[in-house]
């Protein structure tokens, strides 16, 4: 299941959309990747109590454990780098996401349990809220 949440109140954003849909396709696909038939995955849109505009992605998925989050962040990386590993890709979603939040001055955060799922989120600062 994939479903998508909205706060009412969200503004318009001063942000490259071609980047931002970059990201969004990127968290998206892994989280979908990921998670097994049965599974959920929701896109939330909320702004944060800083103003800021928060895009999470969460899912029901495989997980990551804590000491392989810094590989799944790294370019290339993938955590199963068998040449049978399940999961095709080449490790660059979470890496360019990360970076396009950054070119908009704003930032990527991964939090993720294995058996429970994982969640990111990207935060684009308030001075991207246009006028």
Known sequence: TVQFESADDLPELRADPRALKQIL??????AVKFTPN?????????RAPDNSILFTVRDT?????????PQAMAV???????LNRKHAGAGLGLPISRALAELHGGHLDLTSEPGVGTTVTVQLPS?????
């Open 38 to 46: 049965g599974g959920k995955v929701v896109l939330r849109v909320a």
């Open 61 to 69: 998925g495989i997980g990551i454990a804590a000491e392989d989050l």
């Open 76 to 82: 290339f990386g993938q955590i199963d780098g068998t």
């Open 127 to 131: 001075d991207r809220i246009a006028a």
């Open 25 to 30: 396709l990127n968290l998206l696909s892994n």
